[in-house]
């Protein structure tokens, strides 16, 4: 389509166009359009201070009859009418990036497409003032000069040099996240600082970003209808002390919307050590015309049809991802036998666990189809418990009933979930109903004085599943270890307890045969 100026009436309906008030707010406005231009190579070039950005890019290219619209305020090849706005496929769409760019800086083009190649410069009103034939690449590379030289102010508040280019750093990772089979590379005064290499998948994409982890660290889901595909970081292996790896994309634009970012949260809830913050990419395919864009300057926000039909969705797929029984490997052992052998990754294939026996009171060794596992007897407990609380939350009539010393905030809290308290003295309450989990148990009472100091009822069941779960030290029978493993396989997350301790440290086959370097053939076995 070609560049056109948009009509008033569609102009009028449009939200305010971002304001171009640093160094990545231009990177923004310029890859969203190589992006749109199908560009799957970007090059990203910042020259600090030189106050120069350049965006290369090997995409559509601009076609020479289009150069005169270029610049102009709201003029655009992605939009012709209102109706449009509905069925949005672009990134771009209210004509104005290029516009408010050449306002604040002097303009360069750079492009080729099948029939020409082109420079162009604007003047600070976007008008083109110089268009000449010149050799270019097919695609488009747009300069950004002397950005902010008539707007000395906007120069002198602008964060410091490190922080905008980790600005630009970080906005590069989303699109990268967004758009994971594509190259995107970044150079600051010349030198290559990023280069992300078009990727197989996702998966592939956030472990080129996060090096530190493997494949086996994170887990691929996608919903029935596929409207929801995610990766994330199984919470006993990969997770951040700061909630900056959450990501959520609609039709690959990276967005932030509070409810489905809650839901993303919520997928993970008491999965994680207390501290410790998810990681997870979540890209959602949906239709255009349930998303309105247009709602905040930078697209940064939208509006949703049924959001929360997706958050439910969010939530189950996170559930699908975690539930998988899948040992990798304990990195110890794998080194040891990397040191000889070759290293082959493999996922070991999960299956139903048989109790062997008990270590310690404590583990319980128990054998699958793939390898060994040793399973933390008191942890896999708590987590069992916590779920079957989370399902019901079952209270019983006591009688005769248990007297307790509480604070007002403390009863307030026992009785905000359904215990049953009466005053019996200043600070004395007798308890008639308590959950039926410590029904009978010894530290009945100071279970419930426990109870009563959470204000949550998550946190409530918490402490009760902790309290009430098998301690370790504890002799179990074959029969009853073998119920554990079976009950604790079927738990929503079998990987850490509701505190985000891991529950199980597996052995696979593979490494066994590894460290015992069974390929090796000395004595004929
Ligand atoms: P918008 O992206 O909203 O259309 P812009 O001002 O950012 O507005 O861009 C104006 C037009 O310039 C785009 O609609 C597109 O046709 C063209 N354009 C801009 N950058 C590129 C590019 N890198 N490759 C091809 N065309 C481009
Ligand atoms: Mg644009």
């Not at 992605?78 to 002097?106: C, P, W, Y």
């Not at 600005?167 to 290559?192: H, I, M, S």
């Not at 019901?392 to 009688?399: A, E, N």
Request: glycine residues 6%; aromatic residues 6%; negative net charge.
């Amino acid at each position: 389509m070609a560049i056109e100026p948009l009509s008033e009436e569609t102009v009028r309906l449009l939200a305010a166009g971002e304001v171009i008030d640093s160094l990545a707010a231009v990177v923004r406005e310029l890859v969203d359009n190589s992006l749109d231009a199908g560009a799957d190579r970007i090059r990203v070039n910042l020259w600090p201070d030189q106050w120069r950005i350049q965006v290369q890019d090997n995409g559509s290219g601009i076609p020479e009859a289009d150069l005169i619209w270029l610049a102009h305020s709201h003029t655009t090849s992605k939009l012709r009418n209102v109706r449009d706005l509905q069925a949005l496929h672009t990134l771009g769409f209210r004509g104005e990036g290029l516009h408010s760019i050449a306002v604040v800086s002097d303009l360069e083009v750079h492009t080729a497409d099948s029939d020409s190649s082109r420079r162009a410069r604007y003047d600070h009103e976007g008008n083109l003032n110089l268009s000449e034939s010149a050799a270019a690449a097919p695609g488009t590379v747009i300069t950004v000069h002397e950005l902010f030289a008539r707007q000395p102010v906007r120069r002198r508040f602008l964060a410091d040099r490190r922080q905008q280019i980790r600005q630009v750093t970080q906005l590069l990772q989303r699109y990268a996240l967004g758009f994971p089979g594509n190259l995107f590379e970044l150079a600051v005064d010349g030198r290559v600082t990023q280069k992300l290499w078009p990727a197989p998948g996702l998966r592939e994409r956030v472990l080129q970003l996060l090096p530190q982890h493997d494949e086996h660290d994170l887990r691929e889901a996608t919903s029935p209808d596929q409207q929801v595909r995610l990766v994330l970081g199984l919470p006993d292996r990969c997770s951040r002390s700061r909630s900056d790896w959450v990501y959520l994309f609609i039709n690959r634009r990276f967005i932030r919307h509070l409810d489905l970012e809650s839901a993303i949260q919520k997928g993970f809830e008491r999965t994680l050590r207390r501290g410790r913050y998810p990681v997870c990419i979540v890209h959602l395919t949906l239709p255009s015309q349930v998303v309105d864009w247009n709602r905040h300057p930078a697209k940064l926000e939208v509006q949703l049809a049924q959001t929360d039909l997706v958050a439910a969705q969010i939530v189950a797929t996170i559930g699908n991802a975690l539930r998988e029984f899948a040992p990798r490997p304990a990195p110890d052992l794998l080194r040891l036998a990397e040191a000889n052998a070759g290293y082959n990754a493999e996922t070991p294939s999960g299956g139903l666990l048989k109790a062997l026996s008990q270590m310690q009171n404590t583990y319980i060794l128990a054998e699958y189809p793939g390898g060994l596992c040793l399973v933390e007897q008191h942890v896999a407990h708590e987590r069992i418990l916590f779920e079957a609380l989370e399902a019901s939350w079952q209270l019983v009539p006591i009688d005769p009933p248990i007297v307790l010393e509480l604070s007002d905030s403390e009863a307030d809290h026992l009785q905000l979930q359904g215990l049953e308290l009466e005053a019996f003295g200043p600070r004395t309450w007798l308890v008639r109903r308590i959950p039926e989990l410590l029904l009978g148990r010894e530290d009945c009472q100071a279970g419930l004085k426990e109870m009563a100091s959470y204000p949550d009822l998550q946190d409530m069941r918490v402490a009760l599943a902790c309290r009430t779960a098998i301690r370790n030290g504890t002799p179990l029978d074959p029969a009853r270890m073998q119920e554990l493993i079976d009950q604790w396989q079927r738990t929503r997350n079998p990987h850490t307890c509701p505190h985000g301790r891991p529950i199980y440290m597996p052995l696979t086959d593979g490494e066994l045969a590894r460290f015992f370097r069974r390929r090796w053939h000395i004595c004929g076995s």
